[in-house]
């Protein structure tokens, strides 16, 4: 089966051509990050005007990369949710547009599935999980752990009460006049950092639950720059990776009690911040102790993008049951589990 996937949830305009669910034909993708660069952060209204722009060019050029023609796709799947509203409606009605005119089934797809299932995808240089493992969802929207016992079968364990830790990031280079986005520049000032420089929290570091709180460790290097200025040099460094440091620690510690509790010995990482090197460094230093194999899927699919899609898109196409395709509509806080299954196909009712 070849698909043709739809990412439009946030900032990044996405198209991918993925056949029978695993293997990646093409995966484009159109950043916006210098449009909203200027402003440190997304402006909504200014993505959705950029899909709208973008996203002809990108699936034209998914199609030709693929080396295949839109009579040749089987069916379309599109992100429906969670995500800003005015981004998914682009893709969302693109992907209805495409699946009526070519008389194909189209499909809506939760975007934290697509990040919890990317790491399923067949690359040679990737290393592909078992069932079930622990999912953990780490993005500038997310910070989510899960048990992910197959497809379409999650049980949520715990999720941030306030701020996700990419936003934490974001937020934080923002405070010391660092470019957006922020975690990537946190994370090569880290590299020539002391992580022990400074003392920051470590929030929720004892509960005994799978939630996660990143505000008032914002708030501790808010307080820390109120307090000595805004750092340069070696002493920035630090900042950066004590600041660091302390959101590796609570994202590792809790996800490895969730592997403990659930006797589970598998764990994944996706989302942007699983590009994270020092959240990849930790983890598996720490996991090996407590025999637990990590699993990241490549930094171009922990980002936002349309190939993560893949595999839960073939379930579900493969499915007969799920919703009509003309009952597509964003929803900006769909939960996981809630995925919009369209067997109906194209003009056929």
């Not at 983890?283 to 699993?295: I, P």
Request: charged share 20%; aromatic share 6%.
């Amino acid at each position: 089966m070849l698909v043709l996937t739809i990412e439009s949830s946030c900032d990044e305009t996405s198209a991918a051509v993925i056949r029978d669910g695993r293997a990646i034909l093409s995966n484009i993708i159109a950043s916006q990050i210098p449009v909203h660069q200027r402003y440190g952060g997304v402006v909504p209204e200014l993505a959705s005007r950029s899909h709208v722009v973008d996203i002809t060019g990108v699936i034209e050029e998914a199609l030709g990369t693929a080396g295949v023609e839109l009579k040749d796709i089987d069916g379309f799947a599109v992100t429906s949710g969670p995500g800003l509203v005015g981004s998914l409606l682009v893709g969302i009605e693109t992907a209805k547009a495409l699946g009526f005119a070519h008389d194909k089934p189209c499909i809506g797809v939760n975007h934290l599935e697509g990040h919890l299932t990317a790491v399923l995808l067949d690359l040679p240089e990737l290393e592909r999980p078992a069932f079930p493992y622990i999912g953990v969802i780490v993005s500038g929207g997310h910070t989510d752990v899960y048990v992910v016992r197959g497809l379409g079968e999650y049980e949520l364990l715990g999720r941030t009460r306030d701020d996700a830790a990419g936003e934490a990031f974001d937020k934080v280079a923002k405070l010391l006049g660092l470019p957006y986005p922020g975690g990537v520049v946190i994370d090569q000032l880290a590299s020539t950092g002391n992580p022990e420089a400074i003392e920051f929290p470590r929030p929720m570091w004892t509960r005994k639950h799978f939630d996660f709180s990143f505000s008032g460790l914002k708030t501790a290097v808010l307080q820390h720059v109120e307090a000595n200025g805004i750092p340069e040099g070696q002493a920035l460094s630090d900042l950066a990776a004590s600041f660091q440091a302390a959101v590796v620690d609570v994202l590792v510690m809790k996800a490895l009690e969730a592997c403990k509790k659930h006797k589970v010995p598998r764990l994944v990482f996706s989302g942007g911040v699983a590009c994270n090197s020092a959240l990849r460094r930790v983890s598996v230093e720490e996991a090996t102790k407590k025999g637990v194999s990590v699993y990241f899927a490549p930094p171009r699919l922990c980002t936002d993008n349309a190939a993560m899609l893949g595999p839960i898109a073939e379930h579900y196409l493969q499915d007969e049951t799920g919703f009509d395709a003309w009952d597509l509509e964003a929803d900006a806080n769909m939960p996981l589990g809630k995925s919009l299954r369209a067997k109906s196909k194209g003009r056929h009712r």
